[in-house]
């Protein structure tokens, strides 16, 4: 397959917590990307990281990307009921199509 | 500045029946993607324009799909003789030159088919 696959599927975590998702595939890619998704403003992109590079960070978010090991984590620090919602990676594979691949998402609760 | 728009926020037809769905990308974005999401799924790619022609059409699921950019802008999604397992929403993005960068997305249609 070439979609990603999130893990955990869910996570229920208090505000202030840390969240952390992992992000693993199969296939080579050219970049990973990382978007969210919720009722009130669709589905929104967070972040991008090239194969090429290990950690990007970008306000609260920590993205990391291991290309041996075909996996991605996004860490969301001091987490927020507004971080509420769905997450998905995206993977814009090597050589050929320019579409995204998404993968099924995992839900994240922040409880106030 | 304008985001992605996609027009109707709902739509509700019958079985058999022919659909039209609009989307209006960013200004200036020459790449333009048309994705469908089910419950509980993430989107799944079905065309990519780069400007005014299809770049890759590879997503869509069978010849009752096909979507068009005149103009290189504004892109309309056509599905004929819709079938109830063509419900789900149909998303929009648009991005600034494709390659690979950041896509924006539209709201989504809602599409029903009774």
């Known amino acids: 397959s070439q979609q990603g696959e999130e893990d955990p599927q869910a996570l229920s975590i208090q505000e202030g917590e840390n969240a952390t998702m992992n992000c693993s595939y199969k296939?080579?890619?050219?970049?990973l990307q990382w978007y969210r998704q919720n009722s009130g403003r669709g589905l929104v992109h967070l972040i991008l990281i090239r194969s090429n590079e290990r950690e990007k960070h970008s306000g609260r978010l920590r993205v990391t990307l291991d290309t041996s090991k075909k996996s991605s984590s996004l860490l969301i620090t001091a987490s927020r009921a507004a971080d509420t919602a769905s997450y998905f990676c995206?993977?814009?594979?090597?050589?050929?199509?320019?579409?995204?691949?998404f993968g099924k998402g995992m839900k994240l609760t922040v409880n106030p | 500045g304008a985001g992605v728009s996609q027009t109707p926020s709902n739509k509700v037809t019958e079985k058999g029946k022919y659909v039209e769905l609009r989307c209006d990308p960013i200004?200036?974005?020459?790449?333009l993607y048309w994705y469908r999401q089910s419950l509980g799924q993430g989107p799944e790619f079905l065309i990519y324009?780069?400007?005014?022609?299809?770049?890759?059409d590879s997503g869509l699921p069978n010849d009752r799909f096909f979507a068009v950019r005149p103009e290189g802008s504004v892109s309309t999604l056509k599905i004929q003789r819709t079938e109830r397992g063509d419900s789900a929403v149909y998303l929009c993005a648009s991005s600034k030159t494709g390659l690979g960068n950041e896509q924006f997305f539209g709201p989504g249609t809602r599409l029903t088919v009774l």
């Open positions: 324009f780069q400007g005014t022609g299809a770049a890759d």
């Open positions: 296939t080579s890619i050219n970049n």
């Open positions: 200004s200036g974005h020459t790449a």
């Open positions: 995206a993977l814009y594979h090597q050589g050929g199509s320019e579409k995204l691949v």
